[in-house]
């Protein structure tokens, strides 16, 4: 079947599906959420070693296509992974206890997924990893470290749930169409943090927040979030213990811990 543009979809060879799957290693008692199927070559490879598989594609004309290409332990679900609840796919704890996330990302929409399974894992804390083909600059961006030019909220983000690692690099020629870039497979092994947070969600917001002004001094940079100008934003630095002239894309997971804690333990609901 012929790719669409606006889907941003770009099937991968079967000499590379081969290798996929063979990373992927999938065993007869796991599950699989399959993100974008494309024309089911994965999917059936995984039906074929796996004990079931839930693949979403949002192209209707593919989803015919998989329909009567594959069967058995394959259900397929028309929908949009940015619409569908995800939670509502995984099957029972006592029938699958292994559930594992495989797909070939759409370039354009490659973050919000991410934030997606991250929040699925967050819910249920059911996923074992996520095995996910990318552009390789996302890829960069997910494993970049603390001083780097790519690091940011996404690296930030994947760190705190999930151990990131690069299991391979793929050409142009890898796909059909050709994509412009260069791709890359990457595994998020998801975990607990290991940090402690008081507040998930005002974490993330501080880290967004932060970044944005992520070539400013962190005293300047905080100042926004702290609602009450860089007098409060110095005091909190000063009780996270991290100093006030140093810049956003410098901090670990560890000091931007602390600063999350601090503004709320120091300062409380009316500062945030």
Request: no cysteine; proline share 7%; glycine share 6%.
């Amino acid at each position: 079947m012929r790719a669409r543009k606006r889907f941003a979809q770009h099937f991968l060879e079967p000499a590379w599906e081969r290798k996929v799957v063979d990373l992927i290693a999938p065993r007869e008692d796991e599950f699989f959420l399959e993100i974008g199927p494309g024309r089911g070559a994965l999917t059936a490879a995984l039906a074929a070693m796996a004990g079931r598989v839930v693949a979403v594609e949002i192209d209707r004309d593919l989803v015919a296509h998989l329909r009567e290409q594959v069967s058995g332990r394959v259900d397929i679900i028309e929908a949009d992974v940015l619409d569908v609840a995800l939670a509502q796919l995984l099957p029972p704890p006592d029938t699958h206890p292994t559930i594992r996330v495989v797909g070939n990302l759409p370039y354009n929409i490659t973050s919000p997924i991410l934030f997606r399974l991250i929040a699925l894992w967050r819910q249920t804390r059911r996923l074992t990893d996520a095995t996910l083909m990318v552009q390789l600059e996302v890829a960069d961006r997910i494993l970049a470290v603390p001083g780097g030019r790519d690091y940011g909220p996404l690296a930030v983000g994947v760190r705190l749930w999930a151990d990131a690692v690069r299991l391979l690099v793929l050409p142009q020629g890898a796909f059909r169409p050709a994509p412009r870039v260069r791709s890359a497979l990457v595994q998020l092994r998801f975990r607990e943090p290991p940090v402690t947070l008081d507040d998930e969600d005002t974490f993330d917001r501080m880290v967004r927040a932060i970044f944005m002004r992520r070539r400013k001094m962190l005293a300047n940079a905080l100042e926004p979030f702290a609602h009450a100008g860089g007098r409060v934003a110095r005091l909190v630095l000063e009780e996270a213990g991290i100093d006030p002239s140093r810049r956003p894309e410098t901090l670990d997971l560890v000091e931007l811990a602390a600063i999350a804690r601090a503004l709320g333990s120091a300062h409380g609901d009316a500062v945030l």
